[in-house]
């Protein structure tokens, strides 16, 4: 069995509709079952769920794009560091899971304003022993509970003059 969770494809408002009848033709020529689920199947929008990010083109006539974390991935993960704290542990393979998880925060970000609690996460990620919540994580921690949903989106400007900007996903 394969499964892939994202198919997203863009095109102009007058042909959505045929666009997604084809593309769904495709599909089902190659024998591949497509989700019917309605938060899945979505008709074409200007701002959309890819990858657990959000891509809003809603001023791409004005030549900028918007990708940000999804709010329920940000509430998701407030809620999981906040039980660190209200536990006062934090074990390595807990911070492997939410080194993953802020890495692709941040990289949807494109900011540099979660490196360092990244950083000393992959440090605790790295360690065997204990778990214990001190100090420093404490106070990053909280910090980051703090932070995390006031965090702006990126914003990609595509007919600025200067270096062209190169996304892979």
Do not use: C
């Amino acid at each position: 069995t394969v499964y892939y969770d994202d198919f997203p494809h863009l095109e102009h408002q007058v042909l959505a509709e045929e666009a997604q009848s084809v593309f769904e033709q495709v599909f089902g020529f190659l024998g591949w079952e497509l989700s019917l689920d309605e938060k899945k199947t979505r008709l074409f929008h200007t701002a959309f769920p890819v990858l657990g990010a959000v891509l809003n083109l809603t001023a791409s006539q004005k030549g900028e794009l918007v990708l940000e974390n999804r709010e329920d991935r940000v509430e998701e993960v407030v809620r999981q560091i906040r039980g660190y704290v209200n536990v006062g542990r934090f074990t390595s393979a807990e911070a492997a899971s939410l080194a993953g998880r802020f890495n692709y925060m941040q990289t949807v970000h494109g900011g540099r304003i979660l490196s360092v609690a990244l950083h000393g996460i992959r440090q605790r990620a790295n360690q065997s022993q204990g778990g214990r919540l001190i100090g420093d994580f404490e106070v990053a921690f909280r910090w980051l509970v703090a932070i995390l949903p006031q965090v702006q989106p990126r914003r990609v400007r595509f007919f600025a003059a200067g270096r062209p900007i190169v996304m892979f996903y």
